[in-house]
C-alpha cells in the first residue's frame, strides 16, 4: 500500500507569492491533515478536513487555507508569503477522524523556502 | 490548552546504555503517539499507546502510558548508534469532542548515541 504522498517536496518562493502544496492520502484514507514544522515552534496543527469539509483549524492566520476534494486528496494554500512561512509542511492521513480513524501516518512533507 | 512537554529535550549517549525519555501531558489524552524523525524527513510511527497501563515494545524501544499520572514514556534499552534520531510524544484528543485541534506534539527529544 503506499503512502502518503506529497508535492512538491521542495519550494522556492519569494516573499508575496502564494503557494499550493498537494497531498494524497494512504488509499482508503478519508481524513486528511495538515502541520508546519519550523525549529522555532515545532510541529503545529494547521487544519483537517474529512469528507470535503474543514473540521478543525489551528491557530494561523487566513492566509493559510486548504481543501479537500471528492478523492480525498488535499491542497493547502498560502498567500502573500512572509519570510516566517519558511517550514516542513506535512500532511497526515487516517481512515477517518476521531479515534475510530486507527493510526494517523505522515507525509515525507514539502520543504518551502520563502526569500 | 493543551500543553505536551517532553524531557530531556536534548540526550547524548553512548552505544549499550540505557535511557528514559519522558512525555508529560496537561490534560485528559485519547491517545498517545511517538514519533521518530530523522534529520530531514518525516515522521514515522513508533508506537500507539490507547489505555492506561499500556506498553508496547518494539525491539530496543519501549512506550508506556499513565492516563492518571499523564505521563509517557520512551525507553531505551541497550542504545546503538541507528537509534539517533529526534523522538516526538504526541496527544490525540479528537475522541474527547469540543473540536479538539489534530494531534499536539512535544518539542521532541534530540538524541544522539555515540559508538
Known amino acids: 500500500k503506499a503512502g502518503v504522498t506529497q508535492t512538491p517536496r521542495y519550494l522556492i518562493k519569494t516573499r508575496g507569492q502564494q503557494v499550493t502544496l498537494s497531498c494524497s492520502p494512504i488509499?482508503?484514507?478519508?481524513?486528511v491533515s495538515w502541520y508546519q514544522q519550523t525549529p522555532g515552534q515545532g510541529l503545529q496543527f494547521l487544519f483537517e478536513?474529512?469528507?470535503?469539509?474543514?473540521?478543525n483549524k489551528g491557530n494561523f492566520p487566513g492566509r493559510f487555507s486548504g481543501r479537500q476534494f471528492s478523492n480525498s486528496r488535499s491542497e493547502m494554500n498560502v498567500s502573500t508569503l512572509e519570510l516566517g512561512d519558511s517550514a516542513l509542511y506535512l500532511c497526515?492521513?487516517?481512515?477517518?477522524?476521531?479515534?475510530?480513524?486507527?493510526?494517523?501516518?505522515f507525509g515525507p512533507g514539502t520543504r518551502l523556502t520563502v526569500l | 490548552e493543551l500543553k505536551v512537554e517532553q524531557n530531556p529535550l536534548f540526550l547524548s549517549m553512548q552505544e549499550g546504555k540505557n535511557y528514559t525519555i519522558y512525555c508529560n501531558y496537561s490534560?485528559?489524552?485519547?491517545?498517545l503517539y511517538w514519533y521518530r524523525q530523522d534529520p530531514g524527513k518525516s515522521l514515522e510511527s513508533l508506537f500507539v499507546?490507547?489505555?492506561?497501563?499500556a506498553v508496547k515494545q518494539e525491539g530496543r524501544l519501549m512506550a508506556s502510558l499513565d492516563t492518571k499520572a499523564r505521563l509517557s514514556t520512551l525507553h531505551i534499552t541497550a542504545a546503538v548508534h541507528d537509534l539517533s534520531a529526534t523522538y516526538f510524544c504526541?496527544?490525540?484528543?479528537?475522541?474527547?469532542?469540543?473540536?479538539?485541534?489534530?494531534?499536539?506534539f512535544g518539542k521532541g527529544t534530540h538524541l544522539i548515541i555515540q559508538p
Open positions: 497526515a492521513s487516517s481512515q477517518e477522524p476521531g479515534l475510530a480513524g486507527g493510526v494517523t501516518f
Open positions: 488509499s482508503g484514507h478519508r481524513s
Open positions: 478536513y474529512f469528507s470535503e469539509t474543514q473540521r
Open positions: 490534560t485528559t489524552s485519547d491517545r
Open positions: 499507546l490507547l489505555s492506561n497501563g
Open positions: 504526541a496527544v490525540d484528543r479528537s475522541g474527547s469532542g469540543g473540536g479538539a485541534d489534530g494531534l499536539t
